[in-house]
Each structure stands twice: as C-alpha cells, then as structure tokens.
C-alpha cells in the first residue's frame, strides 16, 4: 500500500466503503467525516451526481481515444477551460494523469524549451527544502523531504534547494501568511551566484507547501521569486497539484498572491478527485518557441498513454462547472476565516506546537512521543478513524486538514472537536 505502514495497517485496517458529500462510510457502516477531501483533492466532495453522470454518458459515447497523433472534443474542451482560469498569458495545457507525472512533464518542457532556444547548458533545476513535487525521479530529486528521496540513489544530477520558509520562533499559530520571511526568497541570488545563471533551466515551487504540514508562503515572498527569475532569465515553476482549484479560496494560488508563474502543474482538484487527472498550463512565450521546424515533426517528445483519457476529461469538465455554478473558490474565501478560528481553537490541546492555516488548509504539529518520530501522529490518525470518526492526514508528527471546500461552519466545529478528542486519547 502506497505511503502506508503496511504491518500496522493490517493489525487495524482502515476500510472505506463509500462516499457521499463530506462523509465516508467504513466497511461495517460508520459514518465517517472526511477532514482532508480524500486526499487534498475531493474538493466539491464525493459523488457529486454531475460529475458521476459525466462519467457514464462518457464511458458509453468513448472510452477511449489514442493521444498520440489523434485527439477528441473533451480534452481540447477541458484544456480550455483550465487556460481560461489561469494567469493571462497561461493559455496552453499539457494534459497526463497525476501530480507527479504533471511535474516530470513541467521539467521535461523547461529543457525542451531551453534546448529550442539553443541554451543547452541551462539543464540545472532549483527546488526547496520541504517541497514535495510527486514521486517520479525528477519530482524526488527537485522536492525536499528526505524520506522520499533517502533510499532511492541520487536522483537528477544539477539539483539545488532554497532554503524552507518554516521558523516556528518567528511564525507559530500564524493564520494567513507570516509577516517574517520574505527575506529568504533572496537565497535565490546566492544560488545563481554560485551555478551561474546560465546552467539554470527553471525553478519549481509549491506556493504553499502542503504534504510536508501546510507552510503558507510568507507575505511578498513570491513576488521576490518572481522578480530573481525575472533578472536572471529563470523560469519559474509553481506546483499548484494541491493548491488549485478553490484550495486557497482562488482557481490558483498564483491569482491569490499576484504572481504569474511560467508553468503551473495541476491535479487533484480538477476532477474533484473523481478520475485521475494533472496537467501543465505552459506560458504562450514557452509554447511558441517550441512550435517550430517542419509542421508534421514532433515538437516535444513526451506523453502517456493515459493523457487526456476521455472519462478523466469529461469529470473534469462537471468538476469545472460544479466550482462556477456552486460558488466553491468564493465559498471557501468567506469560510477562511471561520476555519482558522475554529483549528486555532486546538491551540490548547495536549502536545500541540503550532498551528497554520491558509485558505481551507491547516497543519498541525504535534510534540514528537517518546515511542519515536511518527508516533504520535500515527496514533492520533488511528484514534481519530476508529473512536471518532474521523479522517484526517499525518506526516510524521504533523496533522492536516484540507476539506471539502462544500464544508459548513457547523461541520467545522465538529471536524475540530472530533480531532481535540483524537488529540486528547493520544496524549
């Protein structure tokens, strides 16, 4: 089982047997309240009958269609739409089928791009520590969580990280984005004084942090990114795999702070979580230099089998008008402040360090138990699955929350006593 302590699973599984709205129910029928949008992606919640009926009238027309010198009207539908909610300038989308394939194809488009312009050399990426970009080698080698990368050799080779933006000292029980730590945007420059500007292809960023415990940016940090790029002729990056689609109260984080990337990678909330579905919204300026030499040539050798799969597309274009027609990204700006108020209220429970919260997110860090890293978390997430009824997300000692951006005040007080109560059992 994927990221998953198998043994310990299998002493007391954790069984779902179907979904609907903002609950689970388990395999001997408890209802269950889903604190984390299955996995940050069931962002309209489960089984949404128009994207369930999207599905099925898909799946009975076609089931399938070759992406490779062929095409057909949803995915061309669907690409629109996506480049129709991004940064002007954003208008073209690479289509495959997770987060980590969309941030392989975001690196591959960046040499592809650089080796087009006849900048061959520029092959170096720049990532960040804590980042977590997928589980693909390039997203491994870019990202920034040792666990991810300790085991499997060294990855890419011209990799290097800015430093996180986390000082607990300076940041703790923060909602929104900190006051401290623009500053460390500028690391960049050391960076670029140290490769040299021209050995380097992009830099990739999630504009919040979220696997590795919600580290919103700090206030202004992204913009001195995007001013670095800017001076030194880097492409910037942001993976946007959790924080699209309404994640943040906006279609994407970049509209939430200002800043227009290069690229954006997608995933997750595009079907609601529905069918596996990421992409690449690339600027046009990277577009046309790649559109170029004979018209029946191929201009960037990449794809999947899978991209653009007619069901995937067809979800994501219910998902799409189910976000317009109910309101969702604007929903979850007016609840932002009634969720952080409500999370911050855990600022009393046993063992709790800090909490964050941005948008309808929020990380909790736990005091680590004597047992070991890990295990206070892990017994949260189990008590709070098994007494109280309820899911929510660990990474080590760290708890999140992500909901379904349909939640309501009342549910949110009742996500946060049920967590307190996990919280207390595992003190």
């Known amino acids: 089982m994927p990221f998953t302590a198998n043994r310990a699973f299998k002493r007391a599984p954790r069984l779902i047997a179907s979904a609907e709205g903002l609950h689970y129910r388990d395999d001997v029928g408890r209802i269950v309240l889903d604190g984390i949008a299955g996995l940050w992606c069931c962002n309209a919640g489960h089984n949404r009958a128009p994207i369930v009926a999207a599905i099925r009238e898909q799946a009975g027309r076609l089931d399938y269609a070759p992406p490779f010198q062929f095409g057909h009207g949803p995915a061309f539908a669907l690409a629109a739409r996506v480049a129709a909610l991004a940064p002007p300038g954003l208008d073209h989308v690479f289509l495959c089928n997770s987060g980590s394939e969309a941030v392989?194809?975001?690196?591959?488009?960046?040499?592809?791009?650089?080796?087009?312009?006849?900048?061959?050399?520029?092959?170096?990426?720049?990532?960040?520590?804590?980042?977590?970009?997928?589980?693909?080698?390039g997203g491994i080698s870019v990202g920034g969580l040792p666990n991810n990368r300790s085991v499997f050799g060294h990855g890419l080779s011209g990799i290097d990280h800015l430093p996180h933006t986390y000082d607990r000292?300076?940041?703790?029980?923060?909602?929104?984005?900190?006051?401290?730590?623009?500053?460390?945007?500028?690391?960049?420059?050391?960076?670029?004084?140290?490769?040299?500007?021209?050995?380097?292809?992009?830099?990739?960023?999630?504009?919040?942090?979220?696997?590795?415990?919600?580290?919103?940016?700090p206030r202004g940090y992204l913009r001195r990114l995007r001013d670095i790029c800017d001076r030194h002729g880097l492409l910037l990056i942001f993976d946007e795999v959790i924080t699209g689609f309404g994640r943040l109260g906006y279609a994407f984080a970049a509209e939430r702070y200002g800043v227009t990337p290069d690229m954006i990678c997608f995933a997750k909330g595009v079907t609601s979580g529905a069918v596996p579905l990421g992409g690449v919204i690339v600027a046009s300026s990277i577009h046309e230099q790649l559109m170029r030499g004979p018209e029946q040539a191929i201009e960037l050798f990449h794809g999947y089998t899978y991209s653009g799969h007619p069901l995937a597309c067809a979800a994501g274009l219910a998902?799409?008008?189910?976000?317009?027609?109910?309101?969702?990204?604007?929903r979850a700006r007016a609840m932002e402040p009634v969720f952080a108020e409500a999370v911050m209220r855990l600022r009393g429970a046993p063992n709790v360090l800090d909490i964050r919260t941005v948008g309808l997110a929020a990380g909790i860090d736990l005091a680590p138990d004597p047992a070991g890293q890990g295990a206070r978390g892990f017994a949260v997430m189990e008590r709070a699955f098994h007494d109280h009824d309820l899911v929510v997300r660990v990474s080590g000692d760290t708890l999140a929350l992500s909901p379904p951006l349909t939640i309501g005040a009342d549910d949110i007080s009742t996500l946060v006593e049920r967590l307190d109560r996990a919280i207390q059992a595992a003190a």
């Open 104 to 137: 392989d194809t975001a690196l591959k488009i960046a040499l592809a791009y650089r080796h087009a312009r006849g900048e061959g050399g520029r092959t170096r990426f720049i990532g960040r520590e804590r980042g977590y970009h997928g589980v693909g080698f």
């Open 169 to 217: 000292a300076r940041q703790a029980f923060t909602i929104g984005e900190p006051e401290w730590g623009a500053h460390l945007a500028d690391e960049l420059e050391r960076i670029v004084a140290l490769h040299d500007a021209a050995t380097i292809a992009a830099v990739i960023v999630e504009p919040m942090a979220g696997s590795t415990g919600v580290l919103p940016p």
């Open 319 to 330: 998902a799409l008008d189910l976000y317009r027609d109910e309101g969702l990204f604007e």
